[in-house]
């Protein structure tokens, strides 16, 4: 089996300007598909949400327009990875995983997009969200393992997008106006 790759402080000092660029793309198509339908909308940097009643099929596109933006960014950088080795796209990749799990795990209590979706369509709690997940850890295993990443990296990546996670919903509660 080949050496792991050898990966530079450049990849870890980029994934929290990834994690910041996911969470504003995933929450502004929330916010854009809710003001393209009409509503008026609240968005920040770890929700959006409609100001007041809206259908239930408006509210499945609002719901569903954030996952589907993370996941098309997965597709692309998992693109960017076969076709150029692109250890960027790589972290694109790797945060998208990490968010929507983290998402799943960390609203346990209160159904993250994936899952109100399924329980709305009436395939359960878990059904959407695990296929997600499911899907998105398919594909950064491929890639890992096309671009020879090893468990240190992987170690390192996870615990740089645990802070950045931790930062960005800790500014989004404490530091940021919900717009």
Known sequence: ???????????????????????????????????VLGHEM???LNSSAPVGAVSREHALLISAAGPLVT??????AFALVLARDSLAAYGVLFFALFMRFSAGLIRLMRPNDEARISLD???GLYTLPVAMVGVLMVLTVIAAR????????????????????????????F?????
Request: glycine share 10%; with cysteine; net charge positive.
């Open 1 to 35: 089996m080949a050496q792991p790759r050898k990966v530079g402080p450049g990849f870890y000092l980029i994934l929290p300007l990834i994690a910041l660029a996911t969470f504003v793309l995933h929450e502004g198509a929330h916010w854009l598909t809710g003001v």
């Open 175 to 179: 530091l940021i106006p919900r717009l």
């Open 121 to 123: 369509l009436g395939l």
């Open 71 to 76: 996941l098309a960014g997965g597709l692309i």
């Open 42 to 44: 609240t968005v920040s």
């Open 146 to 173: 096309r671009l020879r990443l090893g468990w240190k990296t992987h170690l390192a990546a996870y615990l740089v997008c645990t802070l950045a996670l931790t930062a960005v919903v800790a500014a989004d509660q």
